[in-house]
């Protein structure tokens, strides 16, 4: 059974940093594609960053582009997303989603979701 799981999630200081990770179980990341996405309160589900196992190649929302980087560790089956310079804005619940699709930021494209952590960002 396919499977995601998202860890890292908490508290930080704007100017913070924090790591998210997102672990599949039950298949390997060779030729899907991982997204992160986020949700904050009230709003709609946004694209953050994706990656491609297939060539590697990113996708960056522009509201985190230069200060968020997404990577994929293939030992660990596992896709990162270490999140620098953090703003109050940046807060909201954060899922990673798979598919066999190209990199996309359009949430609808997924069907495979983790079931999110938070990150807060408030001094």
């Known amino acids: 059974q396919l499977r995601l799981v998202e860890s890292g999630g908490g508290l930080v200081q704007p100017g913070g940093s924090l790591r998210l990770s997102c672990a599949a179980s039950g298949f390997t990341l060779d030729n899907y594609s991982i997204g992160w996405f986020r949700q904050a309160p009230g709003k709609e589900r946004e694209g953050v960053a994706c990656?491609?196992?297939?060539?590697?190649?990113?996708l960056y929302a522009r509201s985190v582009k230069g200060r968020f980087t997404i990577s994929i560790d293939y030992a660990k089956n596992t896709v990162n997303l270490q999140m620098n310079s953090l703003k109050p804005e940046d807060t909201a619940i954060y899922y990673c989603?798979?598919?066999?699709?190209?990199?996309?930021?359009?949430?609808?494209?997924?069907?495979?979701w983790g079931q999110g952590t938070q990150v807060t960002v408030s001094s």
């Open positions: 990656i491609s196992s297939v060539d590697e190649g990113t």
């Open positions: 989603a798979a598919d066999l699709i190209g990199t996309t930021l359009y949430y609808r494209a997924y069907e495979h």
